[in-house]
């Protein structure tokens, strides 16, 4: 009997690089369809059960060619972070909305069986709430996060018996993958500590929400397995620490300090335009699916530090393999 199927769109990205492996080691089939703007030789290429589409979820034919057998699809590609919003609108609009209801419908049509939509927690913009629930009002400070949001609804219309749509919010991602990003918070600071000694934090009083990418990658795991009817049409938000980004600088430091003993690393503050903060709630997959994170901040740095230790990256700092931004204007992405 073969094993299930799965294609993931952005699957040679930062969370789908920790993902994929464990797929394959679970027995799946794994299907990655990515443009590859970032490479893919940090993917185990050689596994018998692994595929590469070089494709673009806007080449709606590729795509539809791509689903045949397929069981599940799991949604992670855009135009990823806020900050992303400083390259050519059309792009981030014609992949992060344009893109989405197609997608979805050639998945219907070609009998995928389950959809997990890989939304934001960042759809919540600014709210003062001290528990942000998924039934909060949806206050979008960016297009990433509006497209995140007006996807959510287009997805659950083509929901059916045998179609299901879940979707999960998770918060702000941390640690270590083998596609490193270090334009994420908890990510820039670790780093900042490690290469310079001293970080500096835009803002500060922000609350943001943290999520290790283990625990990103195991509730998409879970999502995939458990039964439809627990999940079809829901929405999941999945955090863990609620921190302000200068709590997060302050753990960074300590977590630093004792890994790579030296000169006492300092925190510096200056202004920020990003006014996003929220505390969210991760309550309803708890008491829904049994889901509890199993990784803190801790563990992130912790992670990063020893790949520093093993040398496993390259001039953190200016090479643009490790920042979104960077990268798709170096090629010129459209």
């Known amino acids: 009997m073969r094993s299930k199927r799965v294609l ?10 920790r993902l994929v492996p464990q797929l394959l080691d679970l027995n799946y089939e794994v299907i990655v369809y990515d443009t590859f703007w970032f490479g893919s030789d940090f993917l185990p290429t050689s596994h018998p059960n692994l595929s590469l589409i070089a494709g673009d979820i806007r080449d709606s034919k590729l795509l539809s060619n791509s689903l045949t057998e397929v069981d599940t699809v799991i949604n992670l590609a855009c135009i990823s972070n806020d900050a992303s919003f400083e390259l050519d609108e059309a792009l981030s609009t014609s992949v992060n909305l344009d893109a989405f209801e197609p997608m ?17 927690s960042s759809v919540y913009g600014v709210s003062k709430e001290p528990n942000v629930t998924e039934d909060h009002p949806l206050v979008p400070l960016t297009l990433y996060n ?6 959510e609804p287009i997805l659950q219309k083509h929901t059916s018996s045998d179609f299901t749509g879940v979707i999960f919010r998770p918060a702000t991602v941390c640690g270590f993958a083998p596609r490193q ?14 290469t310079q000694r001293k970080i500096t934090v835009f803002g500060g009083s922000q609350m943001r929400p943290n999520l290790h990418i283990q625990d990103y990658c195991d509730v998409i795991k879970l999502l995939m397995v458990v039964e439809a009817s627990k999940v079809n049409n829901e929405i999941f938000n999945v955090g863990f620490q609620n921190l302000t980004i200068l709590q997060i600088a302050e753990l960074v430091k300590r977590v630093v300090e004792q890994e790579f003993p030296g000169p006492q690393i300092s925190i510096q503050t200056s202004h920020s335009d990003d006014t996003r903060s929220y505390h969210i709630n991760s309550d309803k997959i708890r008491a829904s699916l049994g889901f509890e994170p199993k990784y803190n901040i801790e563990h992130a740095v912790w992670e990063i ?17 490790y920042f979104n931004v960077k990268r798709l204007k170096k090629i010129k992405a459209k």
Do not use: E, H, P, W
Not at 310 to 316: A, E, M, R, S
């Open 146 to 151: 509006k497209y995140k949001g007006m996807c």
């Open 305 to 321: 530090c020893d790949a520093f230790r093993n040398d496993l990256y390259t001039d953190t700092l200016n090479d643009d393999q």
């Open 104 to 120: 979805v419908l050639a998945a219907k049509q070609s009998g995928v069986k389950r959809f997990i939509y890989a939304s934001s």
């Open 8 to 17: 993931i769109t952005g699957g040679a990205g930062y969370c789908g690089s």
């Open 181 to 194: 990003r270090m334009d994420l918070s908890v990510n820039i600071l670790t780093n900042l500590a490690i």
